[in-house]
């Protein structure tokens, strides 16, 4: 069956990824029919919007979507394409698992763990205002829906992957209303799986745990802004962040992403690491129901990693994102 998924090539090392994973993905043999769009500051010179609806439509016309990272102006400017997207389409679950792949060299012998961070709310709502010209102030919104609705994909995930235990992290010693609200909601939907050990974490304190030992940790349950952080935190136990594959779910659409942004430094040398776009690209073919050609990619990755003779700058290597991903193609099953 062929499938539509619509392409956002992002911009920074975005189009070079995105595109080296688009051909890993062709050469499993899936049958997929690309609608290309383009969203970010390009768009914002061309039409005025770095988030053209055009993009939207595509993706709730297709469901899928696989993208690049889009870089965001900091302290001024437009706001996150990347915030938006997931706010139009609703896409409330970011799913980023994070594991040690052999070859990688790293201080951690087993990191094994799936991060489900809540993506629309939190202080990424972008309600700021200056009350006075030396002072600033945010909003931070968290409801009982978005709050139950992340506890409960992170419980049926665990539930239907065999997880041992899911982990809530907050701060809900100080902030006692908005991540105690949180932290009740997650208490509650985790009283339906009594099968999987329920536990939470001050937020810091977490942090520390993770460094120390992230082998006693499984299933991570966070707000957005605590989930962000963490997520590159535990990226950087298990290899950086050139490795870590991502997925924004929602109930009906899914947009499929690294979880690294878009490296201006390394835009357009050719060296970046293909290989977190390539994974979440295996992440959109298990969403697809094809899950063999997932599998393939990902044995694939696991073995160029374990042979490590291609490796692209970030992993000691010299190879280039083509190369890496003319490797990966190469090892696929023939
Ligand atoms: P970044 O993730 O782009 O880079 C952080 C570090 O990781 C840099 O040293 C970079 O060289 C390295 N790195 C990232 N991806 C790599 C890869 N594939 N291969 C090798 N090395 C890699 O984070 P940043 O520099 O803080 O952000 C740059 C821009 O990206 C900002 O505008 C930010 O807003 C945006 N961003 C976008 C997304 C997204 O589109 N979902 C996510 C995060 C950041």
New binding site residues.
């Given amino acids: 069956m062929s499938h539509r998924v619509t392409l956002i090539l992002?911009d920074?090392?975005?189009p070079e990824?995105v595109l080296a994973a688009k051909r890993v993905l062709e050469a499993t043999g899936a049958a997929i029919e690309w609608e290309q769009v383009q969203a970010g500051a390009e768009m914002l010179a061309r039409c005025g919007t770095p988030l053209p609806d055009e993009v939207v439509e595509s993706v709730r016309r297709t469901g899928v979507a696989l993208?690049?990272?889009?870089?965001?102006?900091?302290a001024s400017g437009f706001r996150?394409?990347?915030v938006g997207l997931r706010v139009a389409l609703d896409l409330y679950a970011n799913v980023r698992p994070v594991r040690t792949l052999p070859g990688v060299p790293g201080r951690y012998a087993r990191v094994d763990l799936v991060i489900f961070r809540e993506a629309t709310e939190d202080v990424y709502a972008g309600k700021e205002r200056w009350v006075d010209e030396d002072t600033a102030e945010t909003v931070k919104v968290i409801t009982r829906k978005g709050s139950e609705r992340i506890a409960r994909a992170a419980m049926e995930f665990a539930r239907r992957e065999g997880r041992r235990q899911v982990t809530c992290g907050h701060k809900a010693n100080i902030m006692k209303l908005t991540d105690g609200l949180f932290l009740d909601c997650a208490r509650q939907v985790a009283r339906d799986y009594p099968e999987i050990e329920f536990d939470d974490r001050i937020i810091d304190a977490l942090c520390m745990q993770l460094v120390m030992a992230p082998e006693s940790f499984d299933v991570l349950l966070l707000p957005n802004l605590y989930g962000d952080i963490v997520s590159?935190l535990a990226s950087g136990l298990a290899g950086?962040?050139?490795l870590a594959p991502?997925a924004n779910i929602g109930d009906e659409i899914a947009v499929f992403?690294?979880?690294?942004?878009?490296?201006?430094?390394?835009a357009g040398r050719g060296?970046?690491?293909?290989?977190?776009?390539i994974l979440s690209g295996a992440m959109m073919l298990r969403h697809l129901e094809e899950a063999e050609r997932a599998a393939a990619v990902e044995a694939a990755v696991t073995k160029v990693l374990a042979e490590g003779r291609v490796l692209?700058?970030?992993l000691g290597g010299n190879a280039t994102t083509d190369k890496m991903a003319d490797a990966i193609i190469a090892a696929l099953p023939t």
């Fill in positions: 992002g920074g090392i975005g990824v993208k690049g990272p889009v870089t965001t102006p900091v996150s394409v990347n590159d950086g962040l050139g991502g992403e690294p979880v690294h942004g878009s490296a201006p430094e390394l060296i970046a690491n293909p290989i977190a776009t692209t700058p970030d």
